[in-house]
């Protein structure tokens, strides 16, 4: 079946310093990949997608390029800043059944000091 | 910006009681879902629909029920609530590339 395997959390940052999740998948197929983020008390939401081998998904600075030899999505920044601290959950879309779920991993979270 | 509305956002109640969590999207995604997602932040699948009048459950078996009888609604059930039905319940819509929107939730805890 799918799975989605990502670094274990916390990641502890300063302001303004790099960022990589790393994001493996297990998947039949050519799945489609997300990263989403979930701030305290809130739902999810999408940060960005990539739907084919070597997409690079992107937005608010966060970036991630579809890996298919690696089967990786490593999600980047390159200078975070306090307002990027909460949970980052990369996911996959089965395009091979119909009910199309998400596949989620465990979720990292990312905590950013000033 | 995906509309997707959940309510109530937190809901305390005795064991027992009957709840019904409402999930509305105004977006005409004939595909929802909802995930349970336990205190360590995983999210697993509970149910899901592919449209009016369909419903499945979904990988982690939930005593809860669904029904999905106009497109934009999706409510979920528990007819005799129990502390270990305690977590947070995420509803989502998919849309055209298979990205979900996600409502912002609600926080269920059964005393």
């Known amino acids: 079946g799918n799975s989605v395997t990502q670094m274990e959390g916390p990641v502890t940052l300063s302001e303004e310093a790099f960022l990589t999740i790393n994001c493996t998948y297990t998947?039949?197929?050519?799945?489609?990949l997300f990263w989403y983020v979930q701030y305290p008390g809130e739902g999810l939401q999408l940060l960005l997608k990539?739907?084919?081998?070597?997409d690079k998904g992107s937005n608010k600075g966060f970036e991630a390029t579809y890996r298919k030899e690696t089967t990786s999505f490593h999600l980047e920044k390159g200078s975070v800043q306090v307002s990027d601290s909460a949970v980052y959950f990369c996911?996959?879309?089965?395009?091979?059944?119909?009910?199309?779920?998400?596949?989620f991993g465990s979720g990292t979270r990312l905590q950013v000091q000033p | 910006e995906a509309d997707i509305y959940q309510t109530p956002r937190y809901l305390v109640i005795g064991t027992g009681k009957k709840i019904t969590l409402e999930c509305s999207q105004t977006?005409?995604?004939?595909?929802m879902y909802w995930y349970q997602q336990d205190p360590g932040m995983e999210l697993h699948l509970i149910h899901y629909?592919?449209?009016?009048?369909?419903?499945e459950k979904g990988d982690l078996s939930s005593e809860s029920t669904v029904s999905r009888i106009r497109t934009e609604h999706f409510p979920l059930t528990l007819e005799s609530a129990r502390p270990s039905h305690t977590s947070q319940y995420l509803c989502?819509?998919?849309?055209?590339?298979?990205?979900?929107?996600f409502g912002p939730g609600t926080r269920l805890t059964v005393l």
């Open positions: 629909s592919y449209g009016v009048n369909s419903t």
């Open positions: 998947a039949t197929g050519y799945p489609s």
């Open positions: 977006m005409g995604h004939d595909k």
């Open positions: 996911a996959l879309s089965d395009k091979d059944t119909g009910r199309r779920a998400l596949t």
């Open positions: 989502a819509s998919r849309g055209s590339y298979n990205e979900q929107f």
């Open positions: 990539a739907t084919k081998a070597d």
